[in-house]
Structures are given as structure tokens and as C-alpha cells.
């Protein structure tokens, strides 16, 4: 048996660029003789950075056609560039900026793709068939937990349609500041993830008693279109373990439990049906992001991502700091110079909540962001924009608002970089599937919508081969197009959308919801 030996493989992102990153597994080492002529002074590892010219001391790096750092010492040809002899450019001010001046690209609407989708009383549709149970505060969480338990053994094998039950726990209700400014954003969060399109429109609220968010304030009347069309006036289907009639634990359980049996009874009527693909809402997200992140996966996204457009859907990209470099992007593509006045009040908002705490956008970068190669947020940045294709910017979505019935195309979801709160966000925002590109690997997913996670490299894929749904790696191997591979994940999504499962459902994996409170805990 035979080994074969890949040649030595930099990949350059644009003709301008004095950097390149190495393609091969493992890296390359010292002395060898890359295509052109150059040879390596050190050891460069896989992902990182190697001086294709002579770089003078304070000279810009330059990758995607964008300064990503400035050395500090001389860098001679064929040297590893990396974050420890580069500063981080400044941020871009958020003055003076192009303000819609690209023009949307002119491209023929994609008809006749199709997903079987779950339609709703508001005409949202949901992918999945799903029994939630918001709680008003963290309190009750350990009593929903025992209650889902039962629901899942002792009901759920009664309603097959039903694919499962959800409980939203999470860490707010009380003990803060729940007046202040910044307040509002838990509370929308949660009130409007209450309301995604997975959950049928069917609301069942655990409350303590004496929580400072109180169900009314969570769900006032109004917000449930399904549930007040049937009483009018009688609020949420709530449950209060404080209640008076509560005589011991197990009254609680069996309360939520009797609760829970006509709310999956509805749900299990429901039928999927045929619906166009205008009615994907997808949130894009990247976690673990290493420096294929902006050459394989993320383009592979921002491919896929005009095809939804193009199909009359909605897609969502979001992550404040790992945008912020980019800003200039994104105003330019604004719609309309309102659209662009909205990015600089959200990003301007970020920067500002940074600057209360005393740190800046140099926060975000991980350890395994820079170990794969990525040095800084301004590096990071130019990458993770790619995820969001090339359309018009369509509109802007303050953290924890949710998306209108007419707000399609692509929306700048405004969130924090955070895995866990982007997607907590995203949610409330109403997406109906997600998408996450990752590069060092992590096995992240959520409960309420099926998470297709893309792999930026393929060694990963291999590795991981039961976790990642997509190899975007196959790009830098030369195997398949950007094109090709948007093309496959828009296929994919609409499988997902239509019942089939991802790694993370198999294994049932789903992280904590997070709610982003920028108010004072008491």
C-alpha cells in the first residue's frame, strides 16, 4: 500500500493579498518549496498565515484585499505571519460611510422548489411539530424538567405527529432590574421565542408566582393569535406551582402534565404540507471559526444564502462584533439609506454596551479562533461577513424583536457573537432552520429548530463524521465549487425543512437557551 503525498497548497484570497494560508493537513514545514518558488523559513500550520513578499515593519497584512493586521517586527517572504507579531486595525468609524450605494444584483427569481412544512394560523410555517413550555423564571425549571419527562414517556407515544417537547429554561425572571433600560430585551426574547414557528402557536406557560416577570407581562393579551381566537380573554395556558391548589410536588407535575394532553392533541391534528421555499427562514450562524471559515464554509453559506433569497425566503445573519469590520459591506448593500442608517444604530448601540464594560471588539477572537489561524476580529470579520451572500440588505432586526410576515430577503438580525445568545435570538426572531459553520469543531445545537452544521475543512468531517452535515472542505481540496456546494446545502436545508434529521437531532444534542440582558441583575 502506497501513500500519496499532497503537494503544498496556499490558498491566496485575492490577487492583492501579501499573505496566504496553507491548505495541507498538518501544516507545512520548514524548507519547503511552495508553487512559484518560495520557500517556507519555519514551519506554518494548517490555516495560518505564510508572507508572500517581503512585509517592512509597520507594513499592513493584507487578506481579502483588507489591512487584517500591521507587523510589528520585519516579516521576510515565506515567514508565518500570526498574532503575535501583527497589531489589530483600528475599527472603522462609524461616520462618513457608503450608504447604499451598491446596487442589488440583478438576478432571475428561483421558482419550484418546495419543502413540506407545518402551516400556522398567522401563515408562518414551522419544520418542526413541537410542544413548548416557556417559564416565566429559572425557579421552575427543575419541576418542567420532571414534567417533560413525563410528557415524553408517559403522552408524547400517544401523539406520534408530535415530534417532541421543548422546555424553554433559561436564567431571567427575577432578581434584576427587570425596569431598566436594556430590560425589554429578555423579555421580548423570550415572549417571541414563545411564539416560533415550530411551537404551532400553542403557548404553555410554568410560572412560580412571585417572579417579577409575571405571565401577563411576558404574554399580555394579544400575543397568541391561536390561543385568543379560541378565549378571548383568558391569556396564556398558564400554570402556577405557587397556586394555593398545588398540595405537594407531584400536584405540580400532574398539573402540567393534564395541561399538556389537549395542547398535544391539537398539534397532533396538524399535517405537513407543501409549501414554497419563500417560506425558509434561516438563521446563519459560525462557532469555532478557524481561517477556512471565510474560503470554504462561510462562502459556501453566502452562496446558499442567495438562493433563498432568490426564492422569495428569508435569511438571517447577524453576530455584531464579527461584522463590525466589515461595516463598510454592509451599509454599502443597505436596500435604502434608512436600511444603512439602521446598521450604524445597531452596531453604534454595540459599540457603546462594549464601551460600558471597558472592552472592545479585540474581545471576541478564542484561543481556537487564533490557533486555526484566525489572528484577530478584523481577520475574523472579513470572513464571517461571506456568510451572507450578496444581496441587498433588506432590513435590520433589533436583538429579541421578531421578523414581520413582510420582512423577507436578507435581514441583519442585530445579536452578540455569542453561539448560544445568537441563537437564542435567532429563534425569537422566528427562524424555522439554522445553519452553523465551524472550522475547530463543536457539536452545538438547539431544540426548538434543526441546526445543519457545515464543516470549513475536511479533515474535521472525517473526523467528526457523525456530528457535521455538510464538508465544505472539499472546496480547498479542489473537489467541488462554491457554487456547487451552495447549491447542495439549499437542497439539504429544504430536506431538513421537510422532517429529515440532522447529526444534532439524531443524538438529540441542544445547547441552553441564553438570553442577552444588557440590564443590571439586582
Given at each position: 500500500?502506497?501513500?500519496?503525498?499532497?503537494?503544498?497548497?496556499?490558498?491566496?484570497?485575492?490577487?492583492?493579498?501579501?499573505?496566504?494560508i496553507v491548505a495541507n493537513d498538518g501544516g507545512l514545514p520548514a524548507g519547503t518549496e511552495l508553487p512559484g518558488g518560495l520557500v517556507l523559513r519555519e514551519k506554518v500550520p494548517q490555516g495560518h498565515?505564510?508572507?508572500?513578499?517581503?512585509?517592512?515593519?509597520?507594513?499592513?497584512?493584507?487578506?481579502?484585499?483588507?489591512?487584517?493586521?500591521?507587523?510589528?517586527?520585519?516579516?521576510?517572504?515565506?515567514?508565518?505571519?500570526?498574532?503575535?507579531?501583527?497589531?489589530?486595525?483600528?475599527?472603522?468609524?462609524?461616520?462618513?460611510?457608503?450608504?447604499?450605494?451598491?446596487?442589488?444584483?440583478?438576478?432571475?427569481?428561483?421558482?419550484?422548489?418546495?419543502?413540506?412544512?407545518?402551516?400556522?394560523?398567522?401563515?408562518?410555517?414551522?419544520?418542526?411539530?413541537?410542544?413548548?413550555?416557556?417559564?416565566?423564571?429559572?425557579?421552575?425549571?427543575?419541576?418542567?424538567?420532571?414534567?417533560?419527562?413525563?410528557?415524553?414517556?408517559?403522552?408524547?407515544?400517544?401523539?406520534?405527529?408530535?415530534?417532541?417537547?421543548?422546555?424553554?429554561?433559561?436564567?431571567?425572571?427575577?432578581?434584576?432590574?427587570?425596569?431598566?433600560?436594556?430590560?425589554?430585551?429578555?423579555?421580548?426574547?423570550?415572549?417571541?421565542?414563545?411564539?416560533?414557528?415550530?411551537?404551532?402557536?400553542?403557548?404553555?406557560?410554568?410560572?412560580?408566582?412571585?417572579?417579577k416577570l409575571q405571565p401577563d407581562r411576558l404574554l399580555p393579551p394579544g400575543t397568541i393569535p391561536v390561543r385568543d381566537a379560541r378565549q378571548p380573554d383568558a391569556g396564556p395556558d398558564t400554570v402556577?406551582?405557587?397556586?394555593?391548589?398545588?398540595?405537594?410536588?407531584?400536584?405540580?407535575?400532574?398539573?402540567?402534565?393534564?395541561?399538556?394532553?389537549?395542547?398535544?392533541?391539537?398539534?397532533?391534528?396538524?399535517?405537513?404540507?407543501?409549501?414554497?421555499?419563500?417560506?425558509?427562514?434561516?438563521?446563519?450562524?459560525?462557532?469555532?471559526?478557524?481561517?477556512?471559515?471565510?474560503?470554504?464554509?462561510?462562502?459556501?453559506?453566502g452562496s446558499m444564502a442567495d438562493l433563498v433569497v432568490r426564492a422569495g425566503g428569508t435569511i438571517m445573519f447577524s453576530e455584531n462584533t464579527e461584522v463590525r469590520d466589515a461595516v463598510e459591506q454592509?451599509?454599502?448593500?443597505?436596500?435604502?439609506?434608512?436600511?444603512?442608517?439602521?446598521?450604524?444604530?445597531?452596531?453604534?448601540?454595540?459599540?457603546?454596551?462594549?464601551?460600558?464594560?471597558?472592552?472592545?471588539?479585540?474581545?471576541?477572537?478564542?484561543?481556537?479562533?487564533?490557533?486555526?489561524?484566525?489572528?484577530?476580529?478584523?481577520?475574523?470579520?472579513?470572513?464571517?461577513?461571506?456568510?451572507?451572500?450578496?444581496?441587498?440588505?433588506?432590513?435590520?432586526?433589533?436583538?429579541?424583536?421578531?421578523?414581520?410576515?413582510?420582512?423577507?430577503?436578507?435581514?441583519?438580525?442585530?445579536?452578540?457573537?455569542?453561539?448560544?445568545?445568537?441563537?437564542?435570538?435567532?429563534?425569537?426572531?422566528?427562524?424555522?432552520?439554522?445553519?452553523?459553520?465551524?472550522?475547530?469543531?463543536?457539536?452545538?445545537?438547539?431544540?426548538?429548530?434543526?441546526?445543519?452544521?457545515?464543516?470549513?475543512?475536511?479533515?474535521?468531517?472525517?473526523?467528526?463524521?457523525?456530528?457535521?452535515?455538510?464538508?465544505?472542505?472539499?472546496?480547498?481540496?479542489?473537489?467541488?465549487?462554491?457554487?456547487?456546494?451552495?447549491?447542495?446545502?439549499?437542497?439539504?436545508?429544504?430536506?431538513?425543512?421537510?422532517?429529515?434529521?440532522?447529526?444534532?437531532?439524531?443524538?438529540?444534542?441542544?445547547?441552553?437557551?441564553?438570553?442577552?440582558?444588557?440590564?443590571?441583575?439586582?
Open positions: 500500500m502506497t501513500t500519496t503525498t499532497r503537494p503544498p497548497i496556499t490558498i491566496r484570497m485575492h490577487p492583492a493579498d501579501n499573505v496566504a498565515k505564510v508572507a508572500l513578499v517581503d512585509i517592512e515593519q509597520g507594513g499592513v497584512v493584507r487578506r481579502y484585499n483588507v489591512p487584517v493586521g500591521y507587523a510589528r517586527q520585519p516579516v521576510p517572504a515565506g515567514s508565518w505571519v500570526h498574532e503575535r507579531i501583527t497589531d489589530m486595525p483600528a475599527a472603522r468609524e462609524l461616520q462618513g460611510l457608503p450608504m447604499a450605494t451598491v446596487s442589488a444584483p440583478e438576478w432571475a427569481p428561483l421558482t419550484g422548489y418546495t419543502f413540506e412544512g407545518y402551516v400556522n394560523a398567522d401563515g408562518s410555517v414551522g419544520t418542526r411539530n413541537l410542544l413548548a413550555i416557556t417559564t416565566t423564571v429559572q425557579c421552575v425549571a427543575g419541576v418542567v424538567d420532571v414534567a417533560a419527562e413525563r410528557i415524553r414517556t408517559e403522552l408524547l407515544p400517544q401523539f406520534p405527529r408530535v415530534d417532541g417537547v421543548v422546555a424553554l429554561e433559561h436564567t431571567y425572571g427575577c432578581g434584576v432590574a427587570i425596569d431598566a433600560p436594556g430590560a425589554e430585551i429578555p423579555i421580548r426574547t423570550l415572549r417571541h421565542i414563545s411564539l416560533n414557528p415550530n411551537f404551532g402557536g400553542e403557548v404553555l406557560v410554568v410560572s412560580l408566582g412571585c417572579e402556577t406551582l405557587q397556586h394555593e391548589s398545588h398540595i405537594g410536588f407531584m400536584s405540580m407535575v400532574d398539573d402540567i402534565v393534564a395541561r399538556a394532553k389537549p395542547i398535544l392533541a391539537r398539534l397532533n391534528a396538524r399535517r405537513r404540507q407543501t409549501v414554497p421555499a419563500s417560506h425558509l427562514v434561516v438563521g446563519v450562524q459560525c462557532g469555532g471559526s478557524d481561517a477556512f471559515s471565510g474560503v470554504t464554509a462561510n462562502p459556501t453559506v454592509l451599509t454599502s448593500r443597505a436596500a435604502t439609506p434608512q436600511v444603512a442608517k439602521d446598521v450604524v444604530r445597531e452596531l453604534g448601540w454595540y459599540d457603546d454596551y462594549l464601551e460600558r464594560a471597558r472592552v472592545d471588539r479585540a474581545a471576541n477572537t478564542t484561543p481556537g479562533n487564533k490557533a486555526g489561524g484566525l489572528s484577530n476580529i478584523a481577520e475574523k470579520a472579513m470572513g464571517s461577513v461571506i456568510k451572507s451572500g450578496t444581496a441587498a440588505i433588506s432590513s435590520v432586526l433589533p436583538p429579541g424583536e421578531k421578523l414581520k410576515a413582510d420582512q423577507k430577503g436578507l435581514v441583519f438580525a442585530a445579536t452578540p457573537a455569542s453561539d448560544f445568545i445568537c441563537g437564542t435570538l435567532q429563534l425569537a426572531a422566528g427562524m424555522n432552520v439554522h445553519v452553523f459553520t465551524t472550522g475547530r469543531g463543536t457539536p452545538y445545537g438547539l431544540a426548538a429548530v434543526p441546526v445543519v452544521k457545515v464543516a470549513t475543512r475536511s479533515d474535521l468531517a472525517r473526523r467528526w463524521h457523525d456530528l457535521m452535515d455538510v464538508n465544505a472542505g472539499r472546496i480547498a481540496d479542489g473537489e467541488q465549487s462554491i457554487e456547487e456546494a451552495g447549491m447542495e446545502l439549499f437542497r439539504l436545508l429544504l430536506d431538513v425543512a421537510s422532517g429529515r434529521k440532522t447529526w444534532a437531532e439524531h443524538w438529540k444534542l441542544h445547547n441552553a437557551l441564553v438570553l442577552f440582558n444588557p440590564a443590571p441583575v439586582t
